[in-house]
C-alpha cells in the first residue's frame, strides 16, 4: 500500500505537469532534427554518414525520422513518443536499483526521486528535442544493468545506443568498467566486460571520423571544452544542485520522519561508491562546456537517486514500523501539492512551443499567396519576455520556416515593427499571444 501510493501519486503527476502540454509545438533545434530526417528520408545512409556538420546523434536522428513518418508536421505525436522515453526511463531505474542490490521498495523510491527532479525532466519531456538526454539515460541505464547482471554483449548494445544518442556517452565504457570493478568486489575486471565496454566505442569512433561531425576544434566556441577554474567550479555547483537538491531534501525529511540514527551498511555503502562514479562519469564532458543546460543533469541524476533511495531504505530500517508507514504518503503528498509549481515552471518551453505553432499556422495559411523567395519578418510584442518568436526559434528561424515549407524564404526576428526592411513579402508580430500580420509587401 506504501508503495502503491508512491505509484499514485507519480500517476497524478505525469497526468497534471506532462499529458496537457506535450508537444504543443516544434522549438528551436527541432526543426534541425526534423530536416535531418526528411533527408535521411531520401538518402537512409546519411543518418551513419551525415554529410553537414553538426552532432553525430544518428539514433536521435532515427527517431525524428518515424515520427516524421507517422505524423508529420502534427507535434502532438513527438510529445508522446518523448513521455514513452521519460516512462521507459522510470522503469528502467527502478531495474537498476534493484540489479545493484537494492530491495524493491528501495528501486521504486529510486525510480519516483528521479521522475519528479524538477531539473531537466521537464525539458526533456516537454522539448521535442529533448529526447537526446531521455535516449542518453535511457541507454545508459540499460547498460549498466546488463554489466551489474553479467550480460555484457547486452551492455555493449545498448553502449553503442547510448553512443548514437548523445556525446557525454563516450565516459560511459569507462563508468561501466568502474562499475563491474565494484560489483565483483574489487576483485578483477573479465576480459569479456572489457571488450564489451570498449568495442562500441572504438565502432563508433570510426564511423564518427567518416562525418563532418563536430570536433573539439570546429565545434561552436560555447561547445568546445575550458579549463577556466572560475567555470569549472560554477559548473560544478550548478550540476551538483540541479542533480542532488531534490533527493537531498527527500532524505532529510525522511530523516526527521524517522528520527533515528544509524551507520552505513554494507549495501549502502556499495551504491554510495557506485552512484559516485555515474555521477562524476556522465558529468565528465558537460562539466567542461562554456554553456549550460539542466539536460546535462538528467543523467547524473539517476546517480542521486540511487544514493538517496538506499540512504532513505536504510533510515526506514532502523525505524519503528509505526515511523516507518510515514514516509511514502508523506513524500507523496508532497509531490502532488507541488504540482502547480512544476507547472508554472513549465510555462516558458510550453509558451514557446505555442507559439510557434501559431506561427506556422498563420504562415499555412498565408502559404499559398506567398512567393517561393523572399524575406519574412517576426516582430516580438515589445517587453514580453515568455511569450515571443525568440523564444520559439532561437536563431533558427530562417531554417524552420524553410524546413517546413519548402520555399527559399529568410527569416529575421525584430523587437520594432518601424526597423522593418521594404518589399518584404509577409511581415507578422505577436500581441497578445496572437499572430497578427501587419502587412504583405508582395
Known sequence: MQIALLGLAWFVFVLAVYC???????VKDDFTWIRAAKNALAQPSRILVPSEPGFYRPLITTSFLLDYRIHRWRPRGYGWTNLGLYVACTFAVAALASAIGLPITAAIIAAFLWAVNPHGINMGVLWLSGRTSL??????????WAFAQH????????IGCALGSKEEAVALPFVLLVWHWLLEDRRRVSVTALLCAVLPLAVYGVLRARTAAFTLTTAPSFYRL?????LLLRNIGEYLDRSTTLVAFATLLVAGITQTRCTA?????????????????????TIWLPVRSSLYAVGPSVGSALLGAALIDRLRSCTTVTRRVLVEPVLAALVVAAIPIYQMRDAPWVEGARVSQRTLTKVREDSPHLPHAGMIVLTDQEGETVSNFRNAFGDLSTEALQTVFDRKWDVVILDDPDAAPQNVIAHYRLQSGRIVELNRGM
Open 226 to 230: 575550458t579549463a577556466d577554474p572560475a
Open 265 to 285: 551498511d554494507a549495501t549502502t555503502k556499495r551504491v554510495a561508491l557506485l552512484a559516485s562514479s555515474w555521477w562524476v562519469g556522465m558529468l565528465a564532458i
Open 151 to 158: 550480460k555484457f554483449v547486452w551492455g555493449a548494445v545498448f
Open 20 to 26: 496537457p502540454d506535450l508537444g504543443r509545438g516544434f
Open 135 to 144: 535516449c542518453l539515460t535511457l541507454f545508459s541505464i540499460g547498460a549498466a
